[in-house]
């Protein structure tokens, strides 16, 4: 059984992962802005073990919020070893923006890059423990190459991979194994606008549930750093 941190559980990727690694047994602490998006639904905490479950407020805009999920997720789990950083918004910035954009690019950094490397720094001496802790951040293929004009989003993303890279290095002879999750388009309120693709075509947010799944159970010889998935083929030429 894992003690497990997973940010954004309100809704989409996250929440699919909570479900699935709820239901596998794993201790989870869910990371969400409203608790009360979770009440009436399978994660409410009303209906589940309070000594393996809990819903805490965090906000990745909010610099002490990690801190104050972390601390109360200790004295209830009495340690943390895995990390799955989910929280995550998209912009459609171009690179030439309008002035009243800036707000936009500076929220983006907030939360796609600042916000998961304060939670792993907050977290960190706990994952330094035992010699097994897991980091899984969902990036995105925009962390890989960029696309169209998404500026303020692949930016985001490539300096996440980035911070996935550091964090690998300097958490390798502690036993911390990092995993980059890279999809394309996943079915979730993030792909809504995207129009000219049927949502069941999409990745599924399952999928990259039994992805995750999957990785806790790998030793520490043998978690992929980077796993690429795509909803379409893409052809660089
Ligand atoms: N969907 C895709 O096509 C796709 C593809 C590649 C990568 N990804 C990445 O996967 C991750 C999850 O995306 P998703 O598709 O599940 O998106 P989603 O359905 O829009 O969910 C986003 C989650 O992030 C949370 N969040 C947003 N701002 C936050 C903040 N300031 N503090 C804390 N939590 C915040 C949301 O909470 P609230 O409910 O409170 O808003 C929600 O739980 C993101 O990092 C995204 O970039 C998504």
Same mark, same amino acid.
């Given at each position: ?15 699919? #992962? ?12 869910? /990371?969400? *802005?409203? $608790?009360?998006? =979770? ?89 330094? #423990? ?12 925009? /962390?890989? *190459?960029? $696309?169209?004009? =998404? ?87």
């Amino acid at each position: 059984m894992r003690k497990i941190l997973i940010s954004g559980a309100s809704r989409g990727i996250g929440k699919a #992962i909570a479900l699935k690694l709820l239901k596998e047994g794993h201790a989870i602490s869910l /990371g969400v *802005r409203k $608790k009360e998006d =979770l009440m009436n639904t399978p994660l409410d905490p009303k209906l589940n073990d309070p000594e393996k479950f809990l819903v805490h407020t965090y906000d990745a805009t909010d610099k002490n919020s990690s801190k104050e999920w972390i601390q109360s997720t200790v004295k209830t789990f009495g340690n943390i070893n895995t990390v799955i950083h989910c929280a995550g918004i998209f912009k459609k910035t171009k690179l030439i923006f309008n002035n009243n954009e800036i707000k936009d690019i500076e929220e983006i950094w907030k939360v796609n890059v600042l916000g998961p490397w304060l939670l792993t720094k907050d977290a960190w001496e706990y994952l330094s #423990i035992n010699n097994s802790a897991r980091i899984i951040v969902l990036v995105s293929m925009s /962390g890989k *190459r960029s $696309k169209g004009s =998404l500026a303020s989003y692949s930016m985001s993303k490539f300096a996440l991979m980035s911070l996935c890279q550091t964090m690998r290095n300097e958490g390798w002879n502690q036993g911390i194994r990092v995993t980059a999750i890279c999809p394309g388009w996943v079915n979730t309120d993030m792909a809504k606008g995207i129009n000219h693709f049927p949502k069941e075509s999409m990745t599924q947010s399952k999928d990259i549930a039994n992805i995750c799944s999957n990785l806790l159970e790998l030793p520490n010889s043998s978690v992929p750093f980077e796993i690429s998935l795509n909803c379409q083929l893409e052809i660089s030429d």
